[in-house]
């Protein structure tokens, strides 16, 4: 009698095991696929300080430099576009206000302040202010990439 309960209660542990691990797997495919609906209209880089204001808005088909008011367009490749996409993808955007900078040189004007704003699914997010060319951790690949973007169309003007 007490070996058929035993193996009834075993049997109950490891449905509800399985069961839990299946649940597991249900939520990170959906998370999975709310990542992959995530579309991506725009994203801007601002880089300022007293004396200057640059601006780089980059789009599926263009990147728009504003520098000091002075406003210049650039056609992008569909593979540039798809690299920040990719790297967009990674981050986890309703966070991103809460990435911290790893310097403060903005603070007093020791370095450009720099902020990324992406528009993703009709929404604004908006980064922490950094120092231009130090952004922080969970953003260094996409920062990375569009100065490579942003670097690559100057070369070419």
């Not at 060319?133 to 690949?141: I, Q, Y």
Request: with cysteine; glycine share 2%; charged share 20%.
């Amino acid at each position: 009698m007490k070996k058929h309960i035993l193996l009834i209660l075993l049997n109950l542990c490891f449905f509800n095991f399985n069961c839990t691990s299946q649940q597991k797997q249900e939520k990170n495919t959906n998370n999975l696929e709310q990542t992959k609906k995530q579309k991506l209209e725009k994203i801007e880089l601002r880089e300022q300080t007293r004396g200057t204001n640059k601006s780089f808005t980059l789009s599926s088909e263009a990147l728009t430099v504003s520098l000091n008011e002075n406003i210049t367009n650039s056609k992008i490749t569909l593979s540039e576009w798809e690299n920040v996409e990719k790297e967009v993808n990674h981050i986890d955007l309703s966070k991103i206000s809460s990435f911290a900078a790893p310097t403060t040189g903005h603070y007093s004007d020791q370095a450009l302040a720099s902020t990324i704003l992406i528009t993703s699914n009709g929404s604004t997010y908006q980064s922490s202010s950094f120092d231009s060319g130090n952004p922080p951790k969970e953003l260094a690949s996409l920062y990375k990439i569009l100065q490579q973007v942003i670097q690559s169309k100057k070369t070419t003007q």
